[in-house]
């Protein structure tokens, strides 16, 4: 689903930026971060094939980032499009994936290369490992943008 | 698990997943390596796997790092080099730390942060840069609007602080993809003069 400029900024609609304020005109000053921003969203959670990785575990695996995170704002937007697609059943592919969205979000730099053979060895081809790791960077990149934006919006109300 | 080896000189990395190569790519992919920084890279190979994030990845990116105006280009590397050991990203930090040299030519701030944290003495405009740089990274969520009362009392706008949480966030991006698909390889110690 290609990002259309008429559509709504996802960042901005959670983060209660006013369309015209003085944040969405700094925002607008970095157009090419506004669109990409929105067009990495869309491409991950919402892609025309999604391959291995269906729409329900795109979705659930960004929930749990945001959760992990520590963003309610963007943990809710997740669980939203999760309640309108089909549930990921829980099995020991969604517990493996899972187990690793955690590690990856909270602790990096531990991963190892058998991680990624458990991957493997659930289903997972190298375009939906490829995939399930953009989601997770995605999300940490996209709450600290959020959070940051939101300090921004706080200073100005006091 | 052994110490990780912060470094200055220039790293390699290792792919834990078959990278595209260029008799397999197909022709979306050769589009997205070749508006990627470095299309011959294993790193840009492996992510061309995944095509799409791929070609809205690289434009973010860019922006984020390089667009003129707003944080010095200087602060934006100084910035994911904080990102980058805290996350423990040997890969990411020894790009970016060579990158702040070139700009600034004071390798001593990087040797500094290796050796002694990001908590090392610093002036107080680069004190407040890595003092947010390091919060927004390791806790998110604890963060408050008192944490921008530092960059302001250093002159820092608007624009500046939202160059630099971006920043922030492209390397809790950068480092999750390079420390998950693959492996620094780091140069052997250099051997004491004989």
Redesign the interface.
Known sequence: MPHSPDSPDLLEAIIGVAPGS??SQ??A??P??V???Q??HD??LS?ADPGGLPLGERALVAARVAEL???PGLAAHYRSLLAGRDKPPQNQRLDTILRHVE???VA????L?E??QALRDAGLE??D???L??I???V??????A???S??V??KA? | MTTKRFTLEAVEWAPWLPPVTPETATPAQRTALEASPQANSAYFRTLANDVDSLAERSPLFHAVMYVPRGLKRAERELATVIVSIINGCVYCSSVHARRFVELTKQPEIIRALYAQGVDTPLEPRLRAIVDYAAKLTRAPAAMTVADLTPLRAVGMDDLEIHDLSNAVAMFANANRLMQTLGEPIVPEEPKPAA
């Open positions: 003085s944040l700094l925002r000053l970095r090419e971060i669109r990409h921003t067009g990495s491409v991950l892609p995170s520590g963003h590690r990856v979000t990096p730099g531990t991963a290369p991680h990624i190298p375009q490992i490829v995939a790791t953009q997770v960077a995605f940490s990149y996209q709450v600290r943008a959070v940051g934006l300090l921004l706080q200073e006091v």
